[in-house]
């Protein structure tokens, strides 16, 4: 068997209308800290989006969506995250601070391949 290291993961939620407290699930963010690595993958159902919020911001929503992967990939997309190692940036993602696009619950496993754990988790929690 091969090594399996510890990764943390939280789902990526839309609010769309925070007063109701509905949400649906549209990512996942994955952090493997032996490994060094963090990354994002987000899907966005717009029917759901539109169904609970005709007049939601589905561009922003896709955007905020975006940013979140953006800034995991590190570099120019991470604007002044650049710098950061894939804890800090991972930890920084996972603080609550939209109303519209909320991280959950941090929960953990164990994974030979976090790029894999990534696709793995967005397919069972999201599509």
């Known amino acids: 068997?091969?090594?399996r290291d510890v990764f943390e993961y939280a789902v990526l939620r839309v609010v769309p209308r925070v007063e109701?407290?509905?949400c649906?699930?549209?990512?996942?963010?994955v952090y493997c800290r032996a490994k060094?690595?963090?990354a994002a993958r987000t899907h966005l159902d717009?029917?759901?989006?539109?169904?609970?919020?005709?007049?939601?911001?589905v561009l922003g929503v896709r955007a905020a969506l975006r940013a979140v992967?953006?800034?995991c990939g590190g570099g120019e997309g991470a604007g002044q995250a650049a710098g950061d190692d894939a804890g800090r940036r991972f930890r920084w993602l996972i603080a609550p601070r939209s109303t519209v696009v909320q991280p959950g619950a941090v929960h953990?496993?164990?994974?030979a391949d976090p790029a894999a754990e990534v696709?793995?988790?967005?397919?069972l929690l999201v599509r």
């Open 24 to 29: 649906f699930n549209a990512g996942v963010l």
């Open 46 to 57: 717009e029917r759901k989006l539109e169904a609970l919020d005709p007049h939601a911001d």
């Open 1 to 3: 068997m091969s090594e």
């Open 108 to 111: 953990s496993g164990l994974t």
């Open 36 to 38: 060094s690595f963090v």
């Open 119 to 123: 696709e793995r988790l967005l397919d």
């Open 69 to 71: 992967e953006g800034l």
């Open 20 to 22: 109701r407290g509905e």
